[in-house]
């Protein structure tokens, strides 16, 4: 795994309210406590190993009782990782295969929980319903797949929220699931770690980006990063407040007129770009390399992929890994930015959900390709998640390195450092 967090060169953008956001996860999956009708031993790892599950760190120094908890990862149990961002809610649960891991459930959900934010500073209180509804779900997904590591994330709306920190603890007091407000550092971090493998070959820098609800993270990548399994390295990063929830709701929703939408998509490019200003200055001398490679993670890439397949309705396999022309995804843009609501919902792959939101994603969509006018997009249907897996097996197989160790010096009479 990645160790090399992204430079924090600009700390004014985006607020990291919590800040905790510890490299390495081993947090374990605990439900809240039960009635005593209830048969004890239910509930996971917790309880077996007889220990409370540990808050926000992972140990430094692994113990020998650690060893039947590794080994079990061998015996069907799995890893989770769950992502709470601003627009919706995701759970993955995989196992161990080799390197690799096996998807052997997931759920995803819109959940809005960053609806109103902008204008108000905080989470509402019908959006917080919506959002802890969906997390029951994951939570009882969590529990019937025998999860015994799992990582639970929130992004920018709890961030930015001024009751986030209270949401979190009734996430935690209702579900049992305990979220980690991360950076957004860790953010991009972890969006790098899920999807660098699809990266377009190439001797060139690149740049990776993710646009979530409430903030954006572009990440640059040395040159002839991404090749293979090797994770790149990051060599500046930049993550700015607009999202496609926050910035639909900071200009508004006029679109009565074909002229209020194309003011309107004028607007938030304009406000876009201004964000993004300090991080093209930056990259201005290597985005005049003749190969440089781009690639995406997000619902707006993922949609946009989807109409330029003319798909009837959404297909990762199809999408994921695919790489588009820029300019046809400018093309796509330009005309969902002058449709009316109405029409962009009838389109196959948006929705009802999608059609008030995915004008904002591509106004931040081309404010990328303006500062970083690569002549191919790549499109991944991955990201947060998966980094958070490949986080915790990678910290597993080093603990097991580290017990193996451990034990071999025990066995030669030689006392443990």
């Known amino acids: ?75 069907g149990e799995a890893y989770a990782a769950l992502d709470l961002g601003t627009n919706n809610c995701r759970l993955l649960i995989a196992r161990p295969s080799g ?79 305990a979220l980690d407000i991360i950076s957004a550092e860790e953010e991009a971090r972890l969006a790098v770690l899920g999807c660098h493998i699809l990266l377009e070959s190439g001797d060139g820098p690149a740049v990776i980006f993710d646009i979530g609800g409430g903030s954006t993270e572009l990440v640059l990548l040395e040159p002839g990063g991404g090749e293979g399994n090797r994770v790149p390295r990051i060599l500046d990063w930049q993550s700015v407040p607009w999202g496609v929830v ?16 194309i003011a309107r998509f004028a607007r938030m490019r304009e406000m876009v ?19 440089i490679r781009l690639l995406g993670t997000s619902g707006t890439v993922t949609t946009l992929a989807s109409l330029y397949l003319e798909l009837p309705s959404y297909d990762r396999k199809a999408v994921d890994g695919l790489i588009v022309p820029a300019v046809e995804m400018r093309g796509i843009s330009a005309r969902l930015s002058v449709m009316t609501p109405y029409e962009r919902a009838t389109l196959p792959c948006i929705g009802q959900d999608r059609a008030d ?33 490949r986080s915790i097996m990678a910290a597993e197989r080093q603990s097991e390195r580290s017990l193996k160790a451990l034990h071999k010096q025990r066995g030669n009479g030689r006392p443990a450092r």
């Open 246 to 261: 926050s910035l639909t709701d900071t200009v508004g929703r006029g679109e009565d007129s074909e002229a209020a939408r």
């Open 99 to 177: 390197r690799d891991f096996t998807v052997i459930d997931a759920f995803s959900r819109v959940v809005k929980l960053g609806e109103g934010l902008a204008t108000s500073g905080r989470l509402s209180d019908a959006a917080m319903d919506r959002t802890l509804a969906a997390l029951t779900i994951c939570a009882d997904k969590l529990q019937r797949r025998n999860v015994r590591l799992a990582r639970s994330v929130a992004t920018e709306a709890c961030r930015r929220a001024s009751n986030g920190p209270e949401f979190i603890e009734r996430v935690r007091r209702e579900t049992g699931i």
């Open 1 to 75: 795994m990645a160790e090399t967090l992204p430079p924090d060169r600009n700390k004014s953008a985006g607020n990291n309210r919590g800040g905790k956001s510890g490299k390495v996860a081993d947090f374990r999956y605990k439900r809240p406590p039960q009635p005593d009708t209830r048969a004890k031993g239910t509930n996971g790892d917790a309880r077996r190993s007889g220990r409370p599950a540990p808050k926000n760190a992972a140990r430094t120094r692994p113990d020998l009782a650690d060893i039947g908890a590794i080994r079990g990862a061998a015996n």
């Open 273 to 291: 770009a201004e964000s993004f200003a300090p991080f093209a200055g930056r990259v201005a001398k290597a985005a005049e390399h003749p190969d």
């Open 357 to 389: 939101l995915v004008v904002a994603g591509c106004a931040i969509l081309e404010a990328i390709l303006d500062l970083w006018p690569a002549r191919r997009l790549g499109v991944a249907d991955r990201g947060i998640r998966e980094g958070i897996l």
